[in-house]
């Protein structure tokens, strides 16, 4: 599938180098309870990609030697690996912030209707997917029934105290585009996502994180086969904005796959491009991050188009 992508190879991105390592992003495996059409990753039900114990280790012992504050778990549902606890828990006792990249389902899914609960008493920061307000739309990017599921997961997370003021429980949601176009004003979309949420479901969140969706993995592969992947790319390289290259993630993020190799990002480790060099780096390898060139292809413009775009949102 991604050999079917031509159009990202013979970059004409800017070269960019890393600045201080500050957060390392971590995915689980890209075993999944759903499968989403915008999903870059390609995760699923039937993937059986996870991280293994010995690997989770290897993990802690890198960010004992690294001056990190951020743990950035995804997947996949990386609350899937069997591993996921131990790894949260060893983190925050380090006094990391963790940070789990939830779809908000398996929340309620059989044998993990606990996990809530889990991520309240140690502190971890939710990022939820919820790529729009309206049912219909959820449910068509992301399966039948996900909306309403959402709805329930989020109100739970609600009574545990998540997004509500002063109880230090971050809530964050995820918007992505329905198709080939670039997110809205991220501000203006909060805020209706805000008063839809709470006049509806009675639903609190701190933030919207508006994510621009990269022609890679399953998007890419859509985009190829409704003829939309030349027209996406040409869009995303005539927003390009200069200014947004001082503060992309991979200057001081580092992705780690689920065999604990390194990535410049989530995207590079999905198109298998090793971290700024043709040599794969495993994790338990220790190495220099500062000045080293970032490995760029012609989707890193989704991270630069307009307001940007990054796992928090927008850059600009």
């Known amino acids: ?42 995760a699923g ?8 114990r010995a690997t989770i280790d290897e993990v802690l012992n890198f960010i004992d030697h690294h001056d990190l504050h951020t743990l950035d778990l995804t997947g996949g549902a990386p609350e899937m690996n069997p591993h996921f606890r131990y790894l949260v828990t060893q983190a925050a006792n380090r006094g990391l912030k963790v940070i ?12 993990f209707q606990q996990m809530s609960g889990f991520l309240a008493e140690n502190r971890v920061e939710i990022v939820a997917s919820l ?19 959402s709805i ?11 997004g509500q003021a002063d109880s230090g429980l971050q ?50 592969s859509v985009l190829l086969s409704t003829g939309q992947f030349d027209t996406y790319l040409n869009l995303l390289k005539d927003n390009f904005h ?13 992705s780690v796959d689920w065999q604990g190799y390194l990535y410049d990002c989530d995207f590079n ?31 890193c413009y989704g991270c630069t188009a307009g307001q940007g775009s990054s796992c928090t949102g927008v850059i600009s």
């Not at 001082?246 to 001081?252: A, G, L």
């Open 1 to 42: 599938m991604l050999d079917s992508l031509p159009l990202l190879k013979n970059s004409d991105f800017p070269v960019i180098t890393r600045n201080k390592l500050e957060i390392l992003q971590v995915n689980l495996g890209y075993l999944c309870n759903l499968s989403c059409t915008h999903c870059h990753v390609n």
């Open 45 to 52: 039900p039937k993937r059986t990609e996870l991280m293994d």
């Open 100 to 111: 789990d990249r939830c779809n908000l389902v398996i929340l309620l899914e059989q044998g």
């Open 131 to 149: 790529p729009c307000y309206l049912k219909d739309n959820v449910d068509k990017q992301r399966g039948k029934g996900v909306f309403d599921a």
């Open 152 to 162: 329930t997961a989020l109100q739970k997370l609600n009574a545990l105290g998540y």
């Open 171 to 220: 809530l964050h949601l995820v918007f992505n585009p329905q198709g080939p176009t670039l997110p809205p004003d991220q501000q203006m979309l909060e805020s209706a996502y805000k008063s839809h949420l709470h006049t509806h479901f009675g639903i609190v969140f701190n933030r919207l994180f508006a994510i621009t969706n990269l022609p890679v993995q399953r998007f890419g």
């Open 242 to 254: 200069a200014p947004n290259l001082d503060k992309v993630m991979c200057r001081n993020t580092l």
């Open 269 to 299: 480790q999905m198109l298998k491009l090793p971290l700024g060099a043709d040599k794969k780096i495993h994790i338990s390898e220790m190495f220099e991050s500062i000045g080293r060139p970032i490995n760029t292809l012609q989707h």
